[in-house]
């Protein structure tokens, strides 16, 4: 039995980090798995071409040929191998849909459903329809997702991995990191990261309006990410941004990433929901403590890990802001990521139920 991780959207927004303990996980679980995505694995070339370029000839060029390596891929299955697809929700998953049709031996892993933002109804329609008639199987990762893949009307299997954890590396390149990074921190401040792609979902709203309330200048509070659907553009129509705020809007490299992450103090994680978030898994292998909302599954992590860090009220403006103010004024580092409970962290791992059940497909391990 082989597993193929086919990861169309790899460098883009750490789903590279997944996708890499994906498959140490399935290696440390005896199951022979090889990594088909844009960015290099193990020292092994990379194996799909890296379709987030500058050129529009080239990205087009680029994404024809990640499809057509999964069409090879797909005709060449030999008996017990699968193919595991990486899922965002989005546009590009339509073409992966239809080719997936060629054979039952495909899993789609259901990373998001940004789909769930889209505004054109067509995109959302044809998506959540391939959802509903897809004969493959679908990995999920939370309640949320699960709930979501159910109201399409999809009847097919899920196969259930609530958590899934993975580290990424800390050590970054300097000559990768552009000069709108490097600049955005500034001495004796406080600065708090807010990153990933801007969604209404993950509570940027509520940063921004904490944001006003703050009187303290030397707290900064870094958003960077893309914003793929002008979320902060329509923002700043009705909006004045407090001064405290500094955005980067564009696609993160792996190394500015690295980069944000090593030098913030403080991670901020103010979703109105989640299915599983990078975002946390990178905090934490860089020991940056967390503040998140309230919703119930942090507050389960924190409950589980409390020297993680703390949750609030994201949703109520003047409750936010008092929170940033207390973790600005405190020596918030020490306090944070003991010993017992990374390592607590490390070992509550739920991956054993998901092998069991792919084992147990057809042409698997008994």
Known sequence: MKVKLYDLMGVKSGMNFYTDAFYKLLVEHNIQSEILSNFSHAGKKQQLPNIFV??????????????????????????????????????????????????????????????????????????????RTCPNKFIVHSDKISKALTATGFKGQILFVPLFHYESDVIYNVANIADDVKNVFEDNARHFLFFGNIRPSKGIFDLLAAAELLKDDQIKIIVAGQDIFNKILEYQETHVISSNVKLILRLINDDEMKYLFAKCDMTLLPYEDISQSAVLETAVSFKIPLLTSNINYFKTIIANFPSFGKYTETTNPAIFANSLNQFASEDIKGEFYTEADVMKFHENDKFEAFIKELKELPGGIK
Not at 96 to 117: G, M, N, P, T
């Open 54 to 131: 500058q050129s529009p000839v080239k990205k087009l060029l680029n994404l024809f040929l990640s499809y057509f390596k999964l069409l090879t891929t797909i005709i060449k299955l030999k008996k017990g191998d699968y193919v595991v697809i990486l899922l965002y929700g989005v546009v590009l998953d339509i073409p992966l849909f239809l080719l997936s049709k060629l054979s039952r031996k495909v899993i789609f892993d259901i990373h998001e459903i940004v789909a769930l933002d889209y505004k054109n109804s067509f995109f959302k329609k044809t998506l959540y329809s391939l959802y």
